[in-house]
């Protein structure tokens, strides 16, 4: 009987998670370059099922598996080409990417709207995505979709989380006067308009398996381990351009959120009823059985 309780508990906790990721993706339903998030849940570790044996020297007959519910394993970003407005302003700055793909018989690879593709022979792909180069706290490089940009009092080129924004040689880029006074090219090199000199070169970061990217906070993405992601510096071979006065907007379906916020809802409720029937149930078993 206890099975069943543990069973409706692990639902209930699956669902708050759950409930949690859409409230999350739906407070950063206005933020420049956010990926929305989907909570992935998965049985419990199966309970194998076996008979004693009479005797020691008896094998022990195999009935089967059981799972024990389901839990909240991971939330999983969906890395998928935002859409992207005109803003009119010279600080913003969109990635656009259309990275292709081709398959071991050299046909190009279509994915689906989450940006996965399973090929023939069970093998899943992702589709690229490219990435500004940034500093992060620890001073090393992360990587953001974030191009609501602005010049810092000393020129230095940040992001709206006042980080400094790197240039291919994987230094700040530090500009004179304001982004007005420049013009940024597709492949990300910044001129200055009265010159026509080149000021740098917006450092791009391509991953070519964009899904083992986590988040590392304020709006950032890091690798879970080294080289999972296989990440590359972008070429001029790569379907990316980088629109100056746009941005690119948040992926998250607010209509999809609010339908996916009442589901966790209404499940966990059940969940909830389920567990009141248990208490219940052993509450009767306590002390009416009992005294039978």
Same mark, same amino acid.
């Given at each position: ?18 409930? %949690? ?39 022990? =007959? ?11 394993? &991971?939330?999983?970003?969906?890395? #998928? ?14 990635? #656009?990417?259309?990275?292709?793909? *081709? ?44 191009? %609501? ?6 020129? *230095? ?23 007005? %006074?420049?013009?940024? *090219? ?14 740098? *070169? ?5 991953? &070519? ?13 890091? &690798? ?7 990440? =590359? ?15 690119? =907007? ?37 002390n009416e059985v009992g005294r039978v």
């Open positions: 009987m206890l099975r069943g309780l543990y069973t409706a508990t692990a639902g209930m906790m699956t669902q708050q998670h759950r409930h %949690d990721t859409v409230t999350q993706n739906i407070a950063n339903l206005n933020t420049t370059g956010y990926k929305q998030v989907e909570s992935v849940a998965r049985s419990f570790p199966e309970v194998m099922v076996a008979l004693q044996g009479g005797d020691q020297g008896r094998d022990n =007959r195999q009935l089967g598996k059981l799972n024990t519910g389901v839990f909240a394993e &991971e939330s999983i970003s969906m890395m #998928v080409q935002g859409d992207v407005t005109e803003s009119n302003s010279s600080d913003d700055l969109a990635l #656009v990417s259309d990275i292709q793909v *081709r398959n071991a018989q050299g046909a190009p690879v279509i994915f689906d709207a989450s940006g996965k593709s399973v090929q023939a022979n069970g093998q899943t792909l992702y589709k690229p995505q490219a990435f500004f180069n940034v500093e992060n706290p620890a001073g090393g490089v992360g990587y953001t979709r974030d191009g %609501d940009m602005h010049l810092s009092p000393d020129g *230095r080129l940040l992001t709206s989380m006042n980080q400094n924004v790197l240039g291919q040689d994987g230094r700040p880029i530090v500009l004179a006067g304001s982004m007005d %006074d420049y013009w940024v *090219r597709e492949n990300g090199t910044i001129f200055n308009k009265q010159t026509g000199a080149a000021s740098g *070169r917006i450092g791009i970061t391509v991953a &070519e398996r964009p899904n083992e990217l986590t988040r590392d906070g304020e709006g950032l993405f890091a &690798e879970k381990t080294q080289g999972a992601a296989s990440l =590359r510096a972008a070429t001029n071979n790569d379907q990316i351009e980088v629109k100056q006065g746009f941005l690119e =907007r948040s992926t998250v379906d607010a209509a999809q959120s609010m339908v996916d916020m009442t589901a966790a809802l209404r499940a966990y409720e059940a969940n909830q009823k389920i567990v009141q029937f248990y208490d219940k149930s052993l509450e009767k078993a306590v």
